[in-house]
């Protein structure tokens, strides 16, 4: 179909079905992939032993920011190469990313009924921001794809001096998701300091990206359709960043 499903008839249709959620599956399109709808880890049996329970959102919380890296390299895929079919995808794979950040939540809520140390207690608020902070990211991701569209319907393209700052700056923010999801599996003090610095380099960049694109602007070197496009693009990659290290910095606290 043309036009994507209303995501809050979506959210209720995914919800009547929830009884069977073992069983829904869904076949990415044209692509050699399954991704359940549902949470795979979390598991009500585990709440009677806490550290077990949060155990389990942890690889929950794994899953969703691999959900959430995939977004955000198929939307930068589009950028050179637009296909509505994939951007459909994101739009899919947004909708599990909300559910399990959902369901994460709600079962973190379980867990705090329950008698926890100090100790857990921290690790239980700090997934809570985690959990949050992730999909926010592919939120920024799918914005992207979004602009890729709007970029695409346009005809509109960067100048090559543009092409490189947003190819150089879209690197490290790779980079620096990359980074993030190793982290969620194994804390590594190396990692967490490669985002920071990151993350100084691509504030440093986005600001020189933008003034040298009004300078481009105002020599008329660029395309004027272009210019909100590359410089909403700057602002969602450093966002993207900017929450990458924000997981940095939750692990390094746990």
């Known amino acids: 179909p043309n036009s994507f499903p209303n995501k809050h008839m979506f959210a209720v249709f995914i919800f009547l079905l929830k009884p069977f959620a073992r069983l829904i599956e869904k076949v990415i399109p044209g692509e050699e992939e399954i991704l359940p709808l549902w949470p795979e880890f979390l598991d009500d049996r585990y709440l009677t032993n806490p550290t077990d329970a949060l155990a389990c959102v942890r690889k929950e919380l794994q899953r969703e920011i691999v959900l959430v890296q995939k977004i955000f390299t198929d939307s930068l895929q589009l950028l050179n190469d637009y296909k509505e079919g994939k951007r459909q995808n994101i739009r899919y794979i947004e909708f599990i990313v909300d559910v399990l950040r959902r369901e994460i939540v709600n079962f973190l809520r379980k867990i705090s009924c329950r008698q926890l140390s100090p100790e857990l207690s921290q690790i239980l608020f700090t997934y809570t921001a985690m959990a949050n902070d992730i999909e926010r990211i592919g939120d920024h991701a799918v914005i992207l794809a979004k602009l890729a569209s709007n970029k695409f319907q346009a005809q509109v393209s960067f100048t090559e001096m543009g092409k490189r700052e947003l190819g150089e700056i879209e690197e490290e923010a790779s980079e620096n998701l990359r980074d993030a ?46 210019g909100p496009i590359f410089i909403e693009m700057l602002i969602h990659l450093e966002r993207i960043s900017d929450l990458c290290q924000n997981v940095a910095e939750y692990v390094d606290e746990l």
């Open 181 to 226: 999801v190793s982290l969620i599996g194994k804390r590594d003090a190396e990692k967490i300091a490669n985002i920071a610095m990151r993350e100084e380099d691509i504030d440093v960049s986005v600001k020189e990206a933008r003034e040298r694109h009004l300078v481009r602007y105002y020599e008329g070197i660029c395309q004027a359709e272009a």
